[in-house]
């Protein structure tokens, strides 16, 4: 499964880069592929190009806060999950993702 998203907390900074990671370690452990993109407080960082978002199978938004280009993902599969859902289990949630693409 090829995963994009974009972590942002109200703060932008500390959520929005533990959650990163959190999803980043996750994916890899499942074997996926994943970027995520971060709107934190230093900006805007691993910013996703469309090639990025054509490919992939599924979008994570995981932000507590209004994020900017959300119009990037129309037509795609958007997820929204908040940030402390994904903090506590991602790689569940990422499973959980899987098995709802294979139902589709």
């Known amino acids: 499964m090829k995963i994009v998203g974009i972590t942002a907390c109200t703060a932008g900074i500390a959520h929005t ?4 990671e959190k999803l980043v370690n996750a ?19 691993d910013i996703l190009d469309d090639q990025d978002i054509a490919q992939a ?6 932000a507590d806060i209004e994020i900017s280009g959300r119009e990037r993902f129309k037509g ?11 903090m506590k289990a ?15």
């Open 17 to 20: 880069y533990l959650v990163r």
């Open 76 to 86: 795609k599969k958007i997820l929204d999950m908040p940030m402390k859902m994904v």
């Open 57 to 62: 199978d599924v979008v994570i938004i995981s």
């Open 90 to 104: 991602p790689k569940k949630l990422l499973m959980q993702i899987e098995e709802k693409l294979k139902e589709s």
């Open 27 to 45: 994916a890899r452990e499942l074997g996926h592929e994943i970027k995520i993109e971060t709107q934190g407080s230093i900006g805007v960082e």
